[in-house]
């Protein structure tokens, strides 16, 4: 589908110009909402278009009959895909209450990965599977560089994807995203994040019925404000003349209560 242009699809205007069309007033007239503001500057963009013959629209129309085709067996193959999913809708639910996840991104994860995770012993198995691991430094003679490390290319290309989505969330994983983008760049952020996210999906596909909950954007924040009170306190204790033993308590079973569905 040809996406929007101001408020009015690039198709209304195609359209109108394959109709003859050829008035940059008139096709910015299409405009809809609030780009009608802006009607002044899309006419400007469409100036030229008086130039449009009835070449161009035999092309233009041969052109969006190739696109209308491929839409449509788009359309015919989703129904298939959505079919043969069907048995799996609580895992692809599941998926899709990650931050950055949809529809498709949960899709494709669950076609390389399939439902049962017993296959992969660890969270961290399946990250490795994946590719997305710090590469394994080490001296002694190498040809040439690794770029990255190698795995399920496919699903490697998924929590690309998902980790740049995320980046842009209000959520733990955006803040984590933001914070390696800023320290170590773009591309070992997405790694790192597609790591964290293929264990959160191993967790989350382990535990039939549990949903994915955020910890919130100020989460690391949070934390060094604790590790500040913890140093804090055991200073005052030391200073007394104490010896503080430091434990934390244990987790909360992930297949409890308060991490079902609603």
């Known amino acids: ?50 130039f449009f013959t009835p070449a161009h ?4 129309t041969t052109m969006l009959g190739r696109i209308d085709r491929i839409n449509a067996e788009i359309d015919a193959l989703t129904e298939v895909i959505e079919h043969l999913l069907a048995p799996y ?3 692809l639910a599941q998926a899709e209450s990650m931050p950055g996840w949809g529809r498709r991104s949960a899709q494709d994860a669950l076609a390389e990965t399939g439902p049962d995770m017993s296959r992969f012993p660890t969270p961290a198995h399946l990250a490795s599977w994946a590719g997305r691991t710090p590469l394994d430094n080490s001296s002694g003679k190498r040809k040439g560089k690794a770029k ?10 998924v929590t690309g994807e998902t980790a740049v989505a995320a980046g842009k969330t209000q959520t733990r994983e955006g803040a984590r995203y933001r914070r390696l983008s800023r320290r170590r760049g773009k591309a070992k952020a997405q790694v790192a ?5 293929l264990k959160v999906y ?61």
């Open 202 to 262: 191993h967790a989350l596909l382990s535990h039939p019925g549990t949903r994915h909950e955020d910890l919130g954007p100020d989460y690391y924040e949070r934390q060094a404000s604790t590790r500040r009170q913890i140093a804090h306190h055991v200073g005052k204790l030391a200073a007394l003349g104490f010896e503080v033993t430091l434990a934390r308590l244990p987790e909360p079973d992930p297949t409890g209560a308060d991490n079902q569905a609603a």
């Open 193 to 197: 994040l597609g790591n964290t996210q």
């Open 89 to 91: 809708e609580e895992q």
């Open 1 to 50: 589908m040809v996406t929007d242009l101001h408020g009015v699809t690039g198709r209304d205007i195609m359209d109108h110009l394959i109709a003859g069309e050829t008035s940059p007033k008139v096709l910015a007239q299409l405009a809809r909402a609030r780009a009608r503001r802006k009607i002044a500057e899309l006419a400007a963009a469409l100036e030229g278009a008086e």
């Open 57 to 60: 629209a035999a092309l233009l």
């Open 148 to 157: 990255s490390k190698k795995g399920n290319r496919y699903l490697a290309a």
